[in-house]
């Protein structure tokens, strides 16, 4: 019965495509779901649980057997992350994919500043060490920027922070207010390399602790300061504003009080720079092949992506508007190549951290972004903007002002 069962299975595949899998049975019977002599991957069932999982896949249901170790797989991820695509896809065949990180709205409730804070302590605090060993050493969790494509890591989030910074015209002196600052790189360079007064906000409490300790490392105290707190109990004026990596959190409902709480706390000249991730699928909101349902589960509890063009209408609305759009796409999917190299480098170390499922769950999630971004599931936007009904003569004639030339050491004395 069940090798009929599994017949019926890979003829159905084979006839719709042609995967360089095999299929191996807790028994050690196979199934070539391609025309290869040796397939590139092959997984292994462990035992019946993983049937249900095979037999009508998605991408969440394979992403959930592998990380409760119903399934195991041999090969390199990145034939794994294809082939689980394709799978879906022809399983799937009158699904459309709109997004791999997009989860259905369920209801304007469902970010509260108490729901939002444990959802953002779900993903972040599984602990600094973790991340340490696979971000770059400032701890940057967000999209680089390689100006050249051949840039570090750490070269190419330090390129990302200076050119938000140049493009919000930080300076000394002035004030800014970073919105989910992570463990404070951003806030920290601000300070250091341009003189500015920062205030970094986070619902993290390691995110928080960790930035506090480096901003007194460093001796910072003066200009930095790294409070716990939601963006929407921040009251003052800034003269720029910081979102990186941030508004996926706050959910498509919210969006235009989001964007008029910004506009609240900008002077009247400031700028505003919002980085983060859209969708790219302007008439669905959730995944067709569930990888949407799987990241929800197990990886960004509530978090909501938009459309470019929502994100824009938005922010419109709340008052705000957007002067320069930049999409970083392939920068994000370079970035994920190089944190998922890093992940699979540390294997040995971060499993010491974590448990054996959080480990597969982190392997996934970050190859399978990388895969989302190369292929135009997702995408990520710089959206530059300040507040609604400035006048004309506050825009800049041209963009050359965001890329300063390198400054070039002083010659000797004569």
């Given at each position: 019965m069940l090798s009929k069962t599994l017949d019926k299975f890979v003829c159905s595949i084979r006839q719709q495509a042609n995967l360089p899998a095999r299929i191996r049975l807790w028994s050690g019977e196979e199934f070539n779901l391609g025309d290869y002599a040796e397939p590139k991957i092959v997984i292994t069932l462990c035992g019946p649980m993983a049937l249900p999982h095979l037999i009508s896949p998605t991408l969440d249901s394979l992403g959930t057997a592998y990380i409760k170790g119903h399934i195991d797989v041999?090969?390199?991820l990145a034939d794994v992350i294809d082939f689980s695509y394709a799978l879906s896809h022809v399983a799937q065949a009158k699904s459309r994919e709109a997004s791999f990180l997009g989860r259905t709205m369920r209801g304007l409730l469902r970010h509260s500043r108490k729901s939002d804070k444990r959802a953002v302590q779900y993903h972040y605090d599984v602990s600094n060490d973790f991340y340490r060993l696979w971000l770059d050493p400032s701890m940057l969790y967000?999209?680089?920027?390689?100006?050249?494509?051949?840039?570090?890591?750490?070269?190419?989030?330090?390129?990302?922070?200076?050119?938000?910074l140049n493009k919000i015209k930080l300076r000394s002196a002035h004030t800014l207010l970073d919105i989910g600052c992570g463990w404070g790189a951003l806030a920290i360079r601000a300070a250091q390399n341009?003189?500015?007064?920062?205030?970094?906000?986070?619902?993290?409490?390691?995110?928080?602790?960790?930035?506090?300790?480096?901003?007194?490392?460093?001796?910072?105290?003066?200009?930095?300061?790294?409070?716990?707190?939601?963006?929407?109990?921040?009251?003052?004026?800034?003269?720029?504003?910081?979102s990186v990596g941030m508004f996926e959190h706050v959910g498509r409902a919210n969006l235009t009080s989001y964007f008029a709480k910004i506009s609240s706390l900008l002077t009247r000249n400031g700028l505003?720079?919002?980085h983060g991730?859209?969708?790219?699928?302007?008439?669905?909101?959730?995944?067709?092949?569930?990888?949407g349902k799987f990241i929800g589960s197990y990886v960004f509890p509530d978090g909501e992506l938009p459309h470019i063009g929502m994100v824009l209408q938005e922010m419109q609305n709340g008052g705000l508007e957007s002067i320069?759009?930049?999409?970083?796409?392939?920068?994000?999917?370079?970035?994920?190549?190089?944190?998922?190299?890093?992940?699979?480098?540390?294997?040995?170390?971060?499993?010491?951290?974590?448990?054996?499922?959080?480990?597969?769950?982190?392997?996934?999630?970050?190859?399978?972004?990388?895969?989302?971004?190369e292929h135009d599931h997702v995408a990520i936007y710089q959206v530059l903007c300040h507040k609604a009904g400035c006048s004309g003569e506050t825009l800049d004639w041209n963009r050359r002002y965001m890329y300063p030339l390198p400054r070039r050491a002083a010659l000797p004395s004569p």
């Amino acid at each position: 019965m069940l090798s009929k069962t599994l017949d019926k299975f890979v003829c159905s595949i084979r006839q719709q495509a042609n995967l360089p899998a095999r299929i191996r049975l807790w028994s050690g019977e196979e199934f070539n779901l391609g025309d290869y002599a040796e397939p590139k991957i092959v997984i292994t069932l462990c035992g019946p649980m993983a049937l249900p999982h095979l037999i009508s896949p998605t991408l969440d249901s394979l992403g959930t057997a592998y990380i409760k170790g119903h399934i195991d797989v041999q090969g390199r991820l990145a034939d794994v992350i294809d082939f689980s695509y394709a799978l879906s896809h022809v399983a799937q065949a009158k699904s459309r994919e709109a997004s791999f990180l997009g989860r259905t709205m369920r209801g304007l409730l469902r970010h509260s500043r108490k729901s939002d804070k444990r959802a953002v302590q779900y993903h972040y605090d599984v602990s600094n060490d973790f991340y340490r060993l696979w971000l770059d050493p400032s701890m940057l969790y967000s999209c680089a920027y390689f100006e050249n494509g051949d840039e570090s890591l750490s070269a190419a989030q330090d390129k990302k922070l200076d050119h938000i910074l140049n493009k919000i015209k930080l300076r000394s002196a002035h004030t800014l207010l970073d919105i989910g600052c992570g463990w404070g790189a951003l806030a920290i360079r601000a300070a250091q390399n341009y003189g500015a007064r920062v205030t970094g906000i986070t619902l993290s409490q390691n995110q928080c602790d960790f930035a506090r300790e480096r901003v007194r490392t460093l001796g910072l105290e003066s200009l930095v300061s790294i409070e716990l707190k939601d963006y929407r109990d921040v009251f003052g004026q800034f003269d720029c504003i910081t979102s990186v990596g941030m508004f996926e959190h706050v959910g498509r409902a919210n969006l235009t009080s989001y964007f008029a709480k910004i506009s609240s706390l900008l002077t009247r000249n400031g700028l505003c720079l919002n980085h983060g991730i859209t969708l790219t699928d302007t008439e669905r909101e959730e995944t067709g092949l569930g990888a949407g349902k799987f990241i929800g589960s197990y990886v960004f509890p509530d978090g909501e992506l938009p459309h470019i063009g929502m994100v824009l209408q938005e922010m419109q609305n709340g008052g705000l508007e957007s002067i320069d759009v930049e999409n970083l796409r392939r920068h994000y999917a370079h970035t994920l190549q190089r944190w998922s190299a890093n992940y699979e480098q540390n294997a040995r170390a971060i499993r010491q951290i974590v448990d054996e499922e959080q480990f597969r769950i982190w392997r996934v999630y970050l190859a399978g972004c990388s895969y989302a971004f190369e292929h135009d599931h997702v995408a990520i936007y710089q959206v530059l903007c300040h507040k609604a009904g400035c006048s004309g003569e506050t825009l800049d004639w041209n963009r050359r002002y965001m890329y300063p030339l390198p400054r070039r050491a002083a010659l000797p004395s004569p």
